[in-house]
């Protein structure tokens, strides 16, 4: 039997005796590593390491850091179809899909790269003294950002890359001067120790101090609850359900000193479309949306789960197209049997709600973990006095609501819990008639796409992904692009220091 293990700082450790596999969706078989799960010795080491290497890394040179993360994406490339075939083994996604995550994951790495390479990042300010101001003198007074400590970041079940190991919360933390500790998705374990890999070597050949990243192993909640609770962890970045992210929230407020998760939730993406997109180009609106509801078989976050209409005969061939487009769309394999079992039960669950008509769903024996796409209609009443409707459903599955007028469709929006995205399809001879429902999705989102899909999320300056509660633990941060580095940094202030003591940022030239 091969034996995955941990890595702790620079070196492998399996001192534990539990074990698990992973699981290949596709085949419906485990594969055949078996990884030993992290001991709480090993655990507490990983975070002491971490924590002496705080010491050294938060003073390291932001081109320095660059370095390091441009040598860690060069060693993810390096892994070439090694690590294309267990992404696809323990994920049951396609090659391209592989590819493209790899190229995103990689991009986010140069990215911050880039952005640290400079000190504008943190946002420096300099107030010089003014000591002969009435009534009162003025100090001399310098702002700068500091890292906050070691990061633990926990792998997200749908993106093996782009949000796990290396993925954006490592990438930004590691930017901002933060050792990270990474808690590998039990789903991927052997991609997460592959990447995990790459990490070390990077940190050795450029040489980042030991414990600056580990990588670390478990189901279920064991190793994660002791690692939120560790005193010298500072932060957590999390991206998965609301259940998990609320989970260690609620653990790290409790601590004795409470520290900041950063968990991107649920959002069922409330898409609008006004009745003139509709009387005019329904077809094209369903085409696109069939394939954006089908698209990595539902296992997006920003996933549009549900569409809100004015009812209409137009409406009524708008979502029988829909149903019709989307079910043709040959069916996909889910990520894991328990994602696939999660899918059924909560769509059937909203499928059996009064009023809730399955307008279709792919029909007859499908192969192991592959999913029934579908897609549901609700008048906009019944949806409004029924919760249970509004649940996400992780898969390949839309609820599309019949709203009697305007008045109700904003009503719904006010109603909706917090949303990563909100997107509206109009035409421009609505657009006077736009601006209650742009102030009314303002409120409950964080991105609003206007005339397309919300699936995709780009990675630059401008994107925000995150969004009011449960979207996001704190709507004031992203989990994507290059602003995400805030969230593992907090502001200091420097009172009439001399020069010589300064951080070099702030010194006088």
């Known amino acids: 039997m091969i034996t995955g293990k941990n890595y702790i700082g620079n070196k492998l450790s399996g001192k534990g005796t539990i074990v698990h596999k992973t ?56 892994l070439d179809q090694k690590l294309i075939d267990i992404f696809t083994a323990e994920s049951g996604l396609p090659e391209g899909r592989a590819i493209g995550e790899r190229g995103r994951t990689v991009f986010q790495l140069r990215s911050f790269a880039e952005l640290i390479s400079k000190e504008d990042w943190r946002e420096n300010t300099i107030d010089k003294a003014e000591p002969n101001r009435e009534p009162l003198p003025k100090e001399d007074l310098r702002k700068t950002l500091i890292p906050l400590g070691p990061v633990v970041v926990f792998g997200a079940s749908n993106f093996p890359l782009a949000y796990s190991t290396a993925g954006g919360d490592t990438a930004s933390a590691l930017a901002a001067g933060c050792p990270v500790i990474v808690k590998a998705h039990e789903m991927h374990s052997g991609t997460s120790e592959l990447v995990a890999s790459a990490i070390i070597k990077a940190a050795e050949k450029t040489g980042m101090p030991n414990g600056v990243f580990s990588n670390l192993v478990g189901r279920g909640k064991i190793v994660g609850t002791a690692l939120a609770n560790h005193p010298k962890v500072k932060a957590v970045g999390f991206t998965g359900s609301i259940a998990g992210g609320r989970a260690l929230f609620n653990l790290a407020s409790q601590r004795k000193e409470p520290i900041p998760v950063f968990a991107e939730m649920g959002s069922i993406n409330p898409v609008v479309i006004t009745p003139a997109a509709i009387a005019n180009r329904y077809e094209e609106i369903a085409s696109t949306y069939a394939s954006s509801i089908t698209l990595g078989t539902g296992q997006f976050c920003t996933n549009p789960g549900l569409i809100l209409t004015i009812d209409s005969n137009e409406t009524q061939d708008f979502i029988k197209d829909l149903a019709e487009k989307t079910i043709a769309i040959d069916p996909q394999c889910m990520l894991h049997p328990n994602i696939k079992s999660g899918f059924n039960k909560n769509s059937s669950s909203i499928t059996a709600q009064s009023g809730v008509e399955t307008v279709a769903k792919i029909q007859g024996k499908l192969k192991d973990n592959y999913a029934a796409s579908q897609i549901a209609s609700v008048s906009g009443t019944e949806f409004l006095n029924n919760p249970k409707t509004h649940q996400e459903v992780f898969g390949p599955f839309s609820l599309v609501v019949k709203c009697k007028d305007e008045e109700e469709l904003i009503e719904i929006i006010n109603g909706l819990e917090g949303q990563l995205t909100g997107t509206i399809i109009a035409e421009e ?39 009011p509660y449960p979207a996001s633990t704190d709507s004031r941060f992203t989990a994507v692009g290059t602003n995400s580095i805030k969230r593992w940094v907090r502001p200091i202030s420097y009172q009439s220091f001399p020069n010589a003591l300064l951080p070099k940022a702030l010194k006088n030239i």
């Not at 390491?49 to 890394?57: D, G, P, S, T, V």
């Not at 006077?432 to 999320?457: A, H, K, M, Q, Y």
């Open 429 to 467: 001879e609505e657009y006077s008639n736009l601006e209650e429902i742009i102030d009314t999705l303002e409120n409950r989102v964080g991105r609003i796409i206007f005339n397309g899909v919300p699936t995709g999320v780009e990675v630059c300056p401008s994107m925000q992904h995150g969004g």
């Open 23 to 78: 699981i290949n969706p596709k085949l419906n078989i485990e594969n055949a590593t078996a990884f030993i799960e992290a001991t709480d010795n090993e655990i507490d080491e990983a975070v002491q390491l971490a924590w002496e290497a705080f010491k050294i890394y938060r003073k390291v040179s932001g081109k320095k850091r660059a370095t390091f993360l441009n040598a860690i994406a060069d060693g993810i490339l390096a």
